[in-house]
């Protein structure tokens, strides 16, 4: 049969890709994408979209598709052999993409085709296309001398290698602790659900009693709920020294000098440097910043400072009240950072009257997916419907495929949900592309022309259903993952309702990286509206244990407009600790590649350590290894960006206010939803993020709203 990672003729062939597939399938696509470029660069025509741009876009979407679905089945089904395979190719790949950043041929091609007559009547998405590929050249090297080349294109391969590193000693340390739990009485507190989640895990193993990882629906519910001051101790120090050289408090734990991310992260502080100044930048926050809205590492440090002054008196606040309470009502004078979530809970409980763990009980999965979609159905007019034909093909049973539908019943875009945690899967939540929307067809080839439709993958880390009396009970979730699902779905929205027809800048793709952010941090706000949450929620003991996608609730099984106040009330509960510690990390990310002497006598833990006493109001223990697990600037996309989430919610929340000044006083308004398709989701990358929001908005952002949503400026 042929490969399966060779075959673009529909969706990718997960339950037939096998590790044997994968080196031959990249082999044969490296070797058509040079022979590709081979052929354009020898052809001594003048370029032209069809017969430069165009070529080269389709050998590498093919390219990217494969390793695009090897990389993800690296994340979320992560095995030894898996990895080894996924490893020896990276290096392939990155050499491959780097070499053609720098090929200095395709480079003045570019360049001829950007001065042509051809460029002044191109539309608007592919002028940027062009533009972008000529500053990514200049970024990638190609105006280097040939000895810099070969040392910028080692660069490239070993902090691939290294990010790829990273990420594995993060998933091995974090699935290398188990903690077994033998006596009921140490689970005091600990809500039924979870406890009975981790009996089913130990269960698995053969084991008596409970078993517990550091996976969140494991590790949290701990942290918050447990009345066992020595087990939250216990979880917090295996948690908070992941991939560090302080071994786990877990006996049958990984040696942890083999899983150190800390060598890892002083090679790639100095690696970054070193492109750096290779490209003729002072550092390598400057590289970062020069694809995104912020212009200089000056004018991100002063934005982020201007939020931490506007924050800290209400994190002062925060933390004076969550200290007086912990002393007067627990008897707890010195709160330790395993104490935190712990008697923040019995403060929430205290002050408002509910605990997240009673939220908790009206997000059932049946009644939040069907909410969620109920949501951007009315906003955009769309259809969103699971899809269930046999030949579908998964990596997990417990994965979903859904279709978005247009109002003429037109495809437009589908969606893989994999909603819980599992060992051989990286934590955290994220959207990743499987192919994207363009137009394709139109030759001898492709035959004619079509549509080609966009997929996205939307990954989450929350419990699954559990087992109870012999029924299977829904998943649930508490309040702060729903926001955390609606996010992730923004940016699949982002990339699906696009309408953009060539690739370079459809959907996610040529977006300023901080404001990528916006649409996922929009749809956030959504879940704080009553007529949202009215619909969506379901007592879980009022369902039916089928594991079916229910319908919206009545009204009597809904969430209680009282519970609901009462969430409203609690929504800026030490919303000041909370932003505080989202600009440290992003003070800490910034510092570390705009001033930090890689290779000098200070450490990346000590500069956060710095950072944290002239900004933090709680400092860590001294043993906590925060920077060897932040896997966003050191594993993913986000160097010299982690401000961007900040940067985003200044766009997110002034763009939200337009829905909330909505005359007709319905949030869920599809007159403005219309306009934010066309004017934000539907343009992708095909022209700059500020216009676009001023397109949508009628001006330049402003940070009023950021502050009213966090209850830091006058409602």
């Known amino acids: 049969m042929m490969n399966p990672l060779l075959d673009f003729s529909g969706l990718p062939r997960f339950a037939d890709i096998r ?166 009485d140490e689970l005091s507190g600990i809500p039924d659900d979870a406890v009975q989640a981790a009996r089913e895990i130990a269960e698995k193993d053969n084991a008596p009693g409970w078993k517990f990882t550091l996976h969140a629906p494991s590790y949290m519910p701990i942290m918050q709920y447990a009345d066992n001051r020595a087990l939250r101790e216990t979880m ?95 008897g707890l004078q010195n709160v330790e950072a395993w104490d935190l979530a712990y008697v923040s809970e019995k403060l929430r409980l205290d002050r408002y009257a509910f605990s997240e763990q009673e939220v908790k009980q009206y997000f059932p999965e049946t009644s939040v997916l069907p909410g969620m979609f109920k949501v951007v159905e009315h906003l955009y007019g769309i259809t969103i419907a699971q899809l269930k034909a046999a030949d579908i093909q998964l990596w997990h049973a417990d994965v979903k495929l859904f279709n978005i539908m247009g109002v003429q019943g037109n495809l437009i875009g589908r969606f893989y949900l994999d909603l819980y945690a599992r060992p051989g899967k990286r934590g955290g939540g994220w959207m990743d592309d499987a192919i994207s929307r363009r137009r394709i067809g139109g030759n001898e080839v492709q035959g004619e022309e079509s549509i080609q439709v966009p997929v996205a993958y939307l990954n989450c880390n929350f419990s699954a259903p559990v087992h109870l009396d012999g029924q299977t009970r829904p998943a649930l979730f508490t309040h702060d993952e729903v926001i955390t699902l609606f996010h992730e779905f923004g940016h699949g929205l982002h990339h699906l309702l696009t309408q953009v ?60 407009r009282d519970l609901f106040e009462k969430m409203l009330a609690a929504k800026n509960f030490q919303s000041g600790l909370q932003m505080l510690r989202q ?38 223990p001294e043993f906590n290894r925060f920077p060897n697990s932040f896997s966003h600037i050191f594993g993913g996309g986000y160097a010299a960006g982690y401000y ?30 219309a306009r934010f398709w066309n004017e934000i989701l539907a343009v992708g990358g095909s022209r700059a993020a500020l216009e676009s929001f001023i397109a949508f908005r009628g001006r330049k952002p402003k940070i009023d709203a950021l502050l009213r949503h966090h209850g830091m400026a006058p409602a």
């Not at 002044?120 to 590929?133: F, H, L, P, T």
């Not at 941090?521 to 039916?544: A, I």
């Not at 200044?650 to 939803?673: C, K, R």
């Open 19 to 184: 590790i044997e597939h994968i080196t031959p399938a990249v082999k044969q696509l490296l070797a058509d994408g040079r022979n590709t470029i081979d052929r354009i660069r020898d052809d001594n025509a003048v370029p032209t979209w069809q017969n430069f741009v165009q070529p080269i876009t389709d050998a590498n979407e093919r390219l990217s598709r494969a390793w695009g679905q090897v990389s993800h089945l690296n994340a979320v089904a992560n095995t030894p052999e898996l990895r080894e395979t996924y490893n020896a190719n990276l290096p392939l790949v990155t050499q491959y993409y780097a070499e053609l950043a720098q090929d200095p041929v395709l480079f003045e091609k570019f360049k001829q085709l950007r001065n042509s007559r051809e460029f002044e009547s191109m539309n608007q998405a592919r002028k940027k296309i062009i533009e972008n590929d000529l500053r990514d050249f200049r970024l990638g090297g190609a105006e280097l001398p040939p000895e810099k080349k070969k040392r910028f294109l080692q660069i490239q391969e070993e902090l691939s290698a290294l990010g790829s590193r990273f990420n594995d000693n993060l998933l091995d340390s974090t699935n290398s602790f188990v903690l077994h739990v033998q006596s009921a």
């Open 236 to 330: 917090y120090r295996a948690y908070s020294t992941r991939a560090s050289e302080i071994r786990s408090p877990a006996p049958q734990a990984e040696n942890a000098a083999n899983l150190d991310n800390t060598p890892l992260i002083a090679k790639m502080l100095e690696l970054r440097k070193e492109e750096a100044q290779l490209l003729g930048f002072d550092c390598y926050a400057e590289v970062s910043l020069a694809t995104k809205m912020a212009s200089t590492p000056k004018q991100v440090l002063d934005f982020l400072s201007e939020l931490a002054a506007k924050a800290r008196p209400y994190a002062e606040r925060d933390l004076k009240e969550l200290r007086q309470f912990s002393a007067e009502k627990m």
């Open 501 to 560: 027809e060539d690739l370079g800048v459809s959907g996610i793709h040529g977006v300023e990286w901080d404001a990528v952010e916006l649409p996922s941090q929009f749809m956030e706000n959504f879940c704080w509206e009553w007529e949202v949450l009215r619909d969506m929620t379901r007592r879980v003991d009022s369902l039916p244990r089928s594991g079916s996608l229910q319908e919206p609730a009545s009204s009597d099984q809904s969430l209680p």
């Open 583 to 620: 600009i440290e990390f992003a003070l800490f990310d910034m510092h570390l590649h705009a001033d930090f002497r890689p290779g000098g006598e200070k450490t990346a833990q000590q500069l956060l350590d710095e950072i944290r006493k002239q900004v933090a109001v709680i400092i860590p």
């Open 644 to 673: 961007s989430y900040k940067w985003a919610e200044v766009l997110s929340a002034d763009a939200y206010s337009l829905f909330e000044e909505s005359p007709s006083g319905v949030v869920v308004n599809p007159e403005t939803g």
